[in-house]
């Protein structure tokens, strides 16, 4: 009896406590954070960094420039490759439709 009652009253501060702990307000990072935040990736950065070590600020501002550029290109073109796979996806997907109602024209 003093063990479900010591179970009982422990359930119960559990219960009764957790809500004080959780997280009040919105989920996710602060209206500062956002406004402090960068596109590019801390690794990138942290690159650009060390090429850039010991340059006069014409030659970090040119190398930031290119690297910026190439990682746009590479951005880009990854994004193009994805698109035309979901059109070849979707250009099948089409064609074993066509193909499935054509079979059921015939019967």
Do not use: C
């Not at 073109?77 to 015939?106: H, R, S, T, V, Y």
């Amino acid at each position: 009896m003093k063990k479900t009652l010591m179970l009982v009253l422990a359930a119960l501060v559990v219960l009764f406590t957790a809500p004080s702990f959780a997280q009040q307000g919105s989920k996710g990072a602060s209206a500062q954070a956002y406004e402090h935040a960068s596109d590019e990736a801390v690794f990138n950065r942290v690159g650009d960094w060390f090429a850039t070590i010991g340059k006069s600020e014409e030659e970090k501002a040119a190398i930031k420039a290119q690297r910026r550029a190439e990682r746009e290109a590479k951005r880009i073109e990854k994004e193009a490759k994805k698109k035309a796979q979901q059109a070849e996806e979707e250009m099948e997907k089409q064609k074993k439709n066509i193909n499935e109602k054509m079979k059921g024209l015939g019967k």
